[in-house]
DNA sequence: TTAGATAGCGCG
DNA sequence: AAAGCGCGCTATCTAA
């Protein structure tokens, strides 16, 4: 059988077989499912269950992580040895591994995470009329975004259709453009295309968004968040086509990402000031979301508390709201 | 034998 | 040719 290549990849020495190069292949052969497969499962037992045990500290029979300030580039901090950060929640397995973090017996893990933060940001930052308005209503956004681009009823949106606004929501906020957008929402090229024209017209402050970022960065040659964070773009004048669009993609996302890691970090800094019960472990921060060990009876008490000091750190034009879920053990919350 | 680079993939 | 932001860890390949 004849295995056409168009379209795969290529790396330095040959064909790429990441994922998304496997997934195009599916069907071709009866192996690539198995690669698939075998790369879940090795990817999992290597990075986790096979690592993580051996980082259990004697003294505490528990895994400490480092988070480090100084590392990104936009203000967020990174966890290091083990990071923590990014233990699997995505698929079912991954939820297992997450299930062997567990609280002592007679306490809860709470956890607290920014709903949609980053799209408030944009709507905020925007000014956009219809996004803030759909914020304001407490709507599904996806769901809103689905309606407004596809012109239809909020009643006639298909779970096809919000997936695909669901996809652009978050690929706008990158930068992404239509080939990526065609990709990660599974439609073709041309639709994408389509759809982007379709959301710039829609979410008109939006895209003015996007070209007053631009324009700022070329100007000053930084972008900064709501709380002043710089971040210098040098590139953003690069003659070479490439390198300047992926200053202008930063500039796009930067302050999105970086105001929401200056919120989380100035909610943990008054959670700490404000909070001076010993019993409460402020045990992980992960982008957007808290998680807190604390004895149970005690957990009704402070997880109203600690949502209010997390969703009243600014005030923007649309509601922060903060979802508090909590459980014996990681994979539950 | 080892250090560095690359490919791949986990998370928000 | 590449077309999506920000990270860190593991396995494997490459060069010294």
């Known amino acids: ?63 400490h992580t480092s ?33 062997a973090f567990v609280v002592e017996k007679g306490n809860k893990l ?17 000014g956009d009329k219809k996004m803030i308005k759909a914020f304001k209503d407490g ?32 690929g706008v906020l990158y930068g992404q453009g239509p080939h990526g957008l065609a990709r990660t929402a599974d439609i073709s090229y041309l639709e994408a295309r389509e759809f982007i024209d379709n959301y710039f017209t829609v979410y008109t402050g939006v895209q003015k968004y996007v070209d007053d970022k631009i324009k700022e960065a070329r100007k000053k040659g930084y972008v900064e968040t709501l709380f002043k964070r710089k971040r210098f773009l040098p590139e953003i004048n690069s003659s070479v086509v490439m390198v300047r669009k992926s200053a202008e993609r930063m500039a796009v996302n930067t302050p999105l990402q970086g105001t929401a890691a200056d919120m989380i970090k100035i909610a943990m800094i008054q959670i700490f000031e404000q909070i001076k019960d010993k019993d409460i472990k402020m045990l992980l921060q992960v982008h957007d979301e808290l998680i807190f060990e604390i004895p149970k009876n005690k957990v009704e008490k402070y997880a109203e508390k600690i949502k209010e000091i997390m969703e009243n750190v600014i005030k923007l034009r649309v509601p922060v709201v903060v979802d508090v879920a909590q459980g014996d053990n990681w994979g539950e919350v």
């Open 110 to 126: 709470l956890s607290l995470d920014y709903s949609q933060i980053e799209l408030r940001l944009a709507a905020h930052m925007s």
């Open 67 to 99: 988070f480090n300030q100084t590392v990104t580039a936009t203000g967020r901090l990174s966890s290091t040895n083990p990071n923590l950060q990014n233990i699997p929640a995505r698929t079912e397995m991954g939820k297992e591994i997450r299930k």
């Open 139 to 170: 709507a599904d956004i996806h769901k809103a975004t689905a309606a407004e681009i596809n012109g239809v009823n909020l009643e006639d949106v298909t779970s096809q259709m919000r997936r695909e606004a669901k996809a652009i929501n978050f």
């Open 1 to 63: 059988m004849e295995i056409s290549t168009n379209g795969i990849k290529k790396t330095k020495t040959g064909f790429s077989t990441g994922a998304d190069e496997l997934e195009k292949m599916r069907g071709l052969h009866p192996i690539i499912v198995l690669i698939q497969e075998h790369r879940e499962l090795s990817k999992l037992v290597n990075t986790y269950i096979d690592a993580l045990p051996e980082l259990v500290n004697k003294e505490t029979g528990r895994v």
